[in-house]
């Protein structure tokens, strides 16, 4: 089955840190570009940052530059979002996709992949 998981959400207070993840099973994330989205209550998805193939290149969006780094681990097909610093902003469902894109600032502009995950909820508040 091909599918997309994230996990590693919760609920966190201001000035807290998580790592996501995005396991990928039935296929290899190795030939795809990968994002992370979010989508807060009312609020259209934002692309907050997208990763090569090979992992060489990498963007981030303004909004949560300094704070959100994209990593992924090919051997264990993973794409991972560390965020520092989270703010009640922050708070939305961050979903991953994969897609066969050249230009990693293109999917996260464009918001379009193969496969998606189904999403997990980060909550910053006190």
């Known amino acids: 089955q091909v599918q997309l998981v994230e996990s590693g959400g919760g609920l966190v207070q201001p000035g807290g840190s998580l790592r996501l993840s995005c396991a990928a099973s039935g296929f290899s994330l190795v030939y795809y570009t990968v994002g992370w989205f979010r989508q807060a209550p009312g609020k259209e998805r934002e692309g907050v940052s997208c990763?090569?193939?090979?992992?060489?290149?990498?963007y981030v969006a303004n909004s949560v530059k300094g704070r959100f780094t994209i990593s992924r681990d090919n051997a264990n097909n993973t794409v991972y979002l560390q965020i520092l610093g989270l703010k009640p902003e922050d708070t939305a469902v961050y979903y991953c996709?994969?897609?066969?894109?050249?230009?990693?600032?293109?999917?996260?502009?464009?918001?379009?992949?193969?496969?998606w995950g189904q999403g997990t909820q980060v909550t910053v508040s006190s």
């Open positions: 996709a994969a897609g066969r894109w050249t230009l990693v600032q293109a999917m996260c502009a464009m918001g379009r992949g193969d496969y």
């Open positions: 990763i090569s193939s090979s992992g060489g290149a990498s």
